[in-house]
């Protein structure tokens, strides 16, 4: 799976395009924001990597369209931003894990989302250093488990 730290929504878009699964990540929220609106397709399952409070989480629900809440994942470390974040988007599917703690989660969201649709896993938590690390923990955690990442 490749990763991209995108600010253009039009790059982003190509990207989706092509590439799949994908990794998209965003250096500011700003962007995270603008991003969230256009790249979702409704062919697509989104893992939303810091679902804070649900804001953009609406937005991407948006962007999937029909069925969208079977098509979308929330992430999120923080406990106290899901009851918020479950008012804005009732029923959509949220889990609360650091990503760099338990990467392991995170591949096994991935592997169990439906493998029909294409997925995005789409970053904005906050430090975009951190990203490596996520990349890294997400991989490694591919590989401990004898996973072909493409299969991820
Ligand atoms: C800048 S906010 C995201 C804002 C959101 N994209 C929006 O548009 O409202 C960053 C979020 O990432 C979460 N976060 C930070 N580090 C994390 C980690 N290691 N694992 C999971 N979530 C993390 C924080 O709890 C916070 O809610």
Redesign the pocket.
């Known amino acids: 799976m490749e990763w991209y730290c995108v600010d253009d929504a039009d790059a982003a878009k190509e990207l989706v395009e092509k590439e799949n699964p994908v990794g998209i990540i ?1 250096a500011f ?1 700003d962007t ?2 603008k991003l ?1 609106a256009v790249v979702p397709h409704p062919d697509s399952f989104v893992i ?10 609406k ?1 991407i629900l948006q962007a999937l369209g029909e069925s969208a809440e079977s098509k979308f994942l929330g ?4 406990k106290d ?1 899901l009851h918020e974040a479950k008012e804005r988007c009732p029923h959509a599917d949220f889990e609360v ?5 338990c990467p392991l989660l995170l591949v096994n969201a991935m592997r169990r989302r439906n493998k029909e649709l294409e997925l995005i896993v789409f970053v ?4 975009t250093f ?1 990203i490596l690390c ?1 990349c890294n923990a997400v991989a490694d955690s591919a590989m401990w488990r004898g996973f072909d990442m493409g299969y991820c």
């Open positions: 965003c929220t995270f924001r969230a939303e990597i810091g679902f804070s409070y649900g804001e953009c989480s937005v992430v999120d470390n923080s931003l894990f650091n990503v760099l703690q904005d938590i906050g430090m951190c996520v």
